[in-house]
């Protein structure tokens, strides 16, 4: 079990959130748990939350998981898949209001260097206008 | 007042196939043009799924149908929706008064509201739920003014600036666009109704 937060990338495409793990990847290495998921349940543009569910399983620290996302639908679906966690699971599970590919980089960054949670949402949040 | 589960699953999911092109377009004007096509996907799934949804009562099967839609939806419309149904399955008692019915649409109004962090005038499906669970929770309903607020409601989103949602982008532009969302939920409350009228 990883002493870091996990990070989970969901975007609409699939491309996107591979690309971002990749650029995740470069710069953290294996440091931290990373899974990304992308596209609705045909596989189309869009986003399914058991696919969510399944990368946040799949990037689960008892540290934490910062879930990064790109546009509304990935949003609101990663705030439902969030509530549909075990109890256990559910007030350790964050999502980011953060810009995908650079709140991604810059959250497993952060939690590279052991971060809390609350730290690494709080770094990758810092570039969002408030 | 007696709802038949089956019926009302059957009626909706019709509703929606019927006029999944048209929601489709008006998204490709405003939005990113799959609305229609994650609402068919989604009641696609319900239907599939209608022996285990139909094993329940009647607030247990629009639970069930909630978290289909919820999982199979792949849009922002799944959340949404979902919520929607899965809040009505838990306020809702197994043989609804209309005092009920309206009450549990006010309080799934509120949990859509929260869920999608936007409130009536964003240019939402809120302005066809909000208004008309009110209208039903007035006591004052008849199934033909419940369709005929869905459809004024639904039509009053053609001026408004989107504020939520994907159609936010466009700013003005949304303008002069009915919200397919809006209209989704008036051809639901649509369906609701003909099932309640016994037209199904």
């Given amino acids: ?19 971002t793990a990749d650029m995740v990847r470069n710069m953290v290495g294996t440091a931290i748990p990373l899974a990304f998921c992308g596209g609705n349940p045909d596989g189309g543009l869009g986003t399914s939350i058991e696919k969510i569910l399944a990368a946040i399983d799949e990037a689960w620290s008892e540290r934490g998981v910062a879930i990064l996302v790109d546009l509304g639908g990935a949003e609101t679906n990663s705030e439902m898949a969030v509530e549909m966690l075990p109890e256990n699971r559910r007030g350790k599970v964050k999502v980011c209001n953060a810009p995908i590919v650079e709140g991604a980089v810059m959250a497993a960054t952060e939690a590279w260097g ?15 206008p408030q | 007042m007696q709802i038949d589960s089956s019926k009302l699953l059957e009626t909706m999911a019709q509703a929606v196939f019927a006029n999944a092109e048209e929601l489709t377009e008006l998204d ?4 990113d043009a799959d609305h229609g096509l994650n609402m068919t996907r989604g009641f696609q799934a319900v239907l599939a799924d209608r022996d285990n949804i139909l094993s329940k009562p009647l607030p247990g099967a629009v639970n069930a149908m909630g978290y289909t839609l919820v999982m199979k939806i792949g849009g922002a419309s799944g959340p949404l929706y979902g919520t929607l149904f899965m809040t009505l399955g ?20 509120e949990a859509v509201s929260s869920r999608g962090k936007a409130e009536i005038g964003n240019k939402t499906m809120l302005d066809v739920l909000l208004p008309v669970a009110a209208h039903i929770a007035s006591g004052t ?10 459809a004024e409601c ?15 982008y466009l700013g003005e532009r949304s303008i002069g666009h009915m919200d397919p969302g809006a209209r989704s939920c008036e051809i639901l409350i649509d369906a609701v109704c003909d099932v309640l009228a016994g037209k199904q």
Wanted: with cysteine.
């Fill in chain 2, 154 to 168: 639904a039509k009053s989103t053609v001026p408004m600036k989107a504020l939520r949602g994907r159609a936010s």
């Fill in chain 2, 28 to 31: 490709s004007a405003i939005g």
């Fill in chain 2, 90 to 109: 838990k306020e809702l008692p197994d043989c609804p008064s209309t005092s009920d019915l309206g009450r549990s649409l006010l309080v799934a109004g």
């Fill in chain 1, 114 to 128: 052991g971060a809390s949670l609350d730290e690494v949402k709080r770094t990758a949040e810092e570039l969002s």
């Fill in chain 2, 141 to 150: 309903a008849t199934i033909n003014s419940v369709r005929r607020l869905a």
């Fill in chain 1, 1 to 19: 079990m990883s002493k870091n937060v996990g990070i989970v990338i969901v975007s609409h495409s699939l491309d996107i959130a591979k690309g």
